[in-house]
């Protein structure tokens, strides 16, 4: 057993197990498994000064103990010290429960007092057998994160065997002087242990120091990590794809328009990164309809003049078909050679496009993240783009990253980046902004319109198309149920064919099948339908410019990023555009709130500001099982000051100390560095 127990002491292999689950597996971990909590059982309080809603410990004698049944079975106590009696109630209980309440014997209870049928009386106290000797504990007693079966005492004893040895510091002491944060050991001790005069408050709300160190040193791994990450691909060795100019410049002089001058900006960020002999990983941020298609294209063309091969990736069937379907024959006009592959087509279409990826005969490949996902061969990919990357998640960002031969990569994304999660989970990502719109855009006019009038918006449709426009309709949202999310969209269709039989009315949902939904896409983009019927799958990129009206149903059931994106649908052509949000009242506080932000605002930037203020930062990473290192201790929004120094100080610690950023990564991160090896 000795030999099997990675930690310093023996553990029992069930424990073991336990502690895994916990993500403990060395005594580095125990040390740094800190409390949840803190309970006070250093003091007693005498039953008759108990007070119902205070939490407390008494002392006492078991006078009586039973099973009752009413009003459901439970094991009920009574208890009592010199002054006064105490009901105790279980309401889960084992046999052994029974064995142990003896009549005659002394324990202790530490719970909240409650005002009960019967008197006061605590349910489900913790309880340990002490008789008036027994010494009460000279700290606070800290509660653990824990999982089923491990018990509080068990990962206690743990963690003191782990803090038997002094812990050594992994930054140096003048260090610590100049950023003003206690040495690790008294910081850690502080907080497994806290001494019975620890301010309780501040080590609660983590304003303690010796949260702050933690907090920084947690950070400073993360940047450390992240530094390394960046080192490790600025070593890593690509193809090169200097600009030649020839076909972006061709491709420039076929666009109908001029670029922005923040697209130029972007593109000129973007093209010397190409030109690199390490791989790019750079984000194209920019507002939904601030074109940052074009701008992929360019950098496509790039790998292409190269001879390289360039992968257009999207997150839905219907953005990577039209991606396919825009860029495609303008590719193809200077001589480019295209394929899609899709997961609609059939097997052996399939197989012949990779046929003549893997043979070179195709130059730019457009699909969805499928196509990576199969076992496809590509010639000789230079680069890769990601449209919509945030609907890809970290984790799968960090699985691209990890394939294979490293091309060059584009993420683009229409929801910004706030400045704290850039600097955090995304800093190994360069970060290119396109921050304005297309000129001749007229801003989207929206209006909040309450489901009750609902027949004034359908008329409003009516007009609308029948005067040569177009219109997109949302069905609600119901996140609970695919089935009755596919009945309500029917349903939703079915009534507006009834209600508006003049017009031409289209149906596209995420269930359909691939052709049925590229024939309506199809349809709507050349003006066949005049109403195109669509639950969220229209959420993303888009882009039809004679559809200048969106209703959304149930707008109140969406999230900001949402609607904001199914919005960003219209105000693309000429047109006056307008999206109505239908509401159903009443609304609660934060869908009031959400609505009020996105009627206010049409900027993307300071929408996702609020959204990030309304929701906090762990929601809009997402997935919290991203096999990247979440932070535990730091909290982006509360420690902006201090990450701000951790990142300061990593770049010093990278230059100055090598050794030091390797022992306190190796703390840290130790088996966890899934950003290191990336
Ligand atoms: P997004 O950034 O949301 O992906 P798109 O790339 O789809 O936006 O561009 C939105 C629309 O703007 C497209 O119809 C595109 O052709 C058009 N567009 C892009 N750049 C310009 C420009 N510089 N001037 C005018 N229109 C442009
Ligand atoms: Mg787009």
């Not at 990962?155 to 206690?182: F, N, S």
Request: charged share 20%.
């Amino acid at each position: 057993m000795k030999a099997a127990s990675p930690f310093s002491f023996p553990v029992a292999p069930g424990t073991l197990a336990k502690l895994a689950k916990l993500g403990i597996q060395r005594d580095a971990d125990l040390v740094l498994h800190l409390p949840l909590r803190w309970e006070d059982e250093t003091r007693l309080t005498p039953i008759r000064d108990l007070l119902p809603g205070a939490t407390a410990q008494v002392q006492a004698v078991v006078r009586e103990c039973k099973v009752a049944y009413r009003p459901r079975r439970m094991l009920t106590l009574t208890v009592e010290d010199a002054g006064g009696v105490l009901g105790i109630r279980f309401i889960n209980f084992y046999p052994s429960h029974l064995k142990l309440f003896q009549p005659g014997e002394s324990f202790r209870f530490m719970g909240e007092v409650r005002g009960g049928f019967l008197g006061l009386e605590m349910v489900h106290p913790r309880f340990s057998k002490a008789g008036d000797d027994t010494p009460l504990p000279s700290g606070l007693t800290p509660v653990y994160p824990t999982t089923a079966g491990l018990a509080q005492a068990t990962l206690r004893k743990l963690v003191a065997r782990a803090l038997t040895q002094p812990l050594e510091d992994t930054l140096p002491q003048a260090w610590l002087d100049e950023l003003a944060l206690p040495g690790f050991d008294a910081s850690i001790r502080a907080l497994h242990q806290p001494p019975t005069d620890a301010a309780l408050g501040e080590l609660d709300r983590r304003t303690h120091p010796a949260w702050q160190r933690l907090a920084f040193d947690e950070l400073l791994a993360q940047q450390l990590s992240l530094a390394a990450a960046r080192a490790a691909r600025r070593r890593q060795r690509t193809t090169p794809l200097p600009a030649a100019q020839r076909l972006t410049t061709d491709f420039l002089a076929r666009l109908p328009f001029a670029l922005t001058s923040a697209q130029t900006r972007a593109w000129h960020e973007i093209s010397p990164d190409l030109a690199a002999a390490h791989p790019m990983r750079r984000l194209l941020q920019g507002d939904v309809g601030s074109g940052k298609t074009v701008v992929a294209a360019l950098a496509c063309l790039q790998a292409v003049e190269n001879n390289h091969q360039a992968a257009f990736m999207a997150p839905t069937e219907i953005l990577a078909e039209q991606h396919a379907t825009k860029l495609a024959p303008q590719f193809e006009a200077m001589g480019v050679r295209c394929a899609w592959i899709s997961g609609s087509q059939r097997k052996s279409q399939r197989a012949a496009a990779w046929q003549a990826v893997a043979g070179g005969a195709v130059d730019v490949v457009f699909g969805t993240h499928a196509l990576f996902q199969e076992a496809g061969q590509f010639h000789n990919l230079g680069l890769v783009v990601v449209d919509e990357q945030h609907r890809f998640g970290v984790g799968q960002r960090l699985a691209l990253m990890q394939k294979g031969r490293e091309p060059h990569q584009l993420m683009m994304s229409a929801t910004p980046i706030p400045r704290t999660l850039a600097m955090s989970f995304f800093a190994d990502l360069d970060v290119s902004t396109i921050d304005a719109l297309p000129p001749g855009r007229t801003p989207v006019v929206t209006k909040l319109v309450s489901a009750a009038r609902r027949d004034e918006v359908l008329d409003r449709v009516r007009e609308a198309c029948l005067d040569g426009g177009q219109a997109y309709w949302v069905c609600p949202l119901i996140e609970e149920s695919e089935k009755l999310q596919l009945q309500t969209a029917e349903d939703t269709y079915a009534t507006l064919r009834d209600q508006l039989p003049d017009l031409n009315i289209g149906l596209v949902h995420g269930r359909m099948k691939p052709a049925d939904k590229q024939a309506v896409m199809a349809a709507f983009q050349s003006g066949t339908l005049h109403l195109l019927v669509a639950t969220t799958v229209i959420e993303v990129g888009v882009d039809v410019p004679n559809a200048a009206l969106m209703v959304i149903e149930h707008a109140e059931r969406m999230g900001l990023a949402q609607l904001h994106q199914l919005r960003g649908r219209v105000g693309r052509g000429s047109r006056e555009s307008v999206c109505v949000l239908l509401y159903q009242p009443p609304l609660s506080e934060l869908a009031r709130a959400r609505l009020k932000v996105i009627y206010e605002s049409t900027d993307g930037f300071e929408i996702a500001r609020q959204d990030l203020q309304l929701r906090g930062p762990g929601e809009l990473l997402g997935h919290r099982q991203s096999g990247l290192p979440m932070l535990r201790f730091a909290d982006l929004e509360r420690d902006v000051a201090l990450l701000e120094t951790a990142r300061d100080w990593a770049r010093r610690c990278l230059s100055e100390a090598p050794d030091v950023a390797a022992r306190h990564v190796e703390r840290w991160l130790g088996t966890r560095q899934a950003l290191a090896d990336s």
